[in-house]
């Protein structure tokens, strides 16, 4: 199994990102999958999740109105628009399959395997 995120960057406080996510070595609809992020110094946290169907989706508080997640089942690929950046969501941003919840953390890990991240950096 391979996933590669990309899409990260330095941007602005109020800017706008988008990241994606393409997996390889399974069959990507199906699973859930999620957006976990890793500021400096802190654990990894799932910040959003959608369902097997593509039909439901979960967000963190934190990000509620401000990140949308989708997925492209024909590329294979998991996406995280991010509007309104703040400061605070500085992080090392993964993606991997997940077991979605409507309460914190929206996102828990299926499978122990991590791709390499994209980096999000906010300046204020």
């Known amino acids: 199994v391979q996933v590669v995120e990309s899409g990260g960057g330095l941007v602005q406080a109020g800017g706008t990102l988008t990241l994606s996510c393409t997996v390889s070595?399974?069959?990507?609809?199906?699973?859930?999958w999620g957006w976990f992020r890793q500021p400096p110094d802190e654990e990894r946290v799932g910040v959003s999740c959608?369902?097997?169907?593509?039909?439901?989706?979960y967000y963190a508080d934190d990000v509620k109105g401000r990140f949308t997640i989708s997925r492209d089942v024909a590329k294979n690929t998991l996406y995280l628009q991010m509007n309104k950046l703040d400061p605070d969501d500085t992080a090392m941003y993964y993606c991997t399959a997940a077991s979605c919840s409507p309460s914190p953390p929206v996102a828990v890990s299926l499978f122990n395997y991590w791709g390499q991240g994209a980096q999000v950096t906010v300046s204020s």
């Open positions: 070595g399974l069959d990507f609809d199906d699973f859930a």
């Open positions: 959608i369902g097997r169907s593509g039909r439901t989706t």
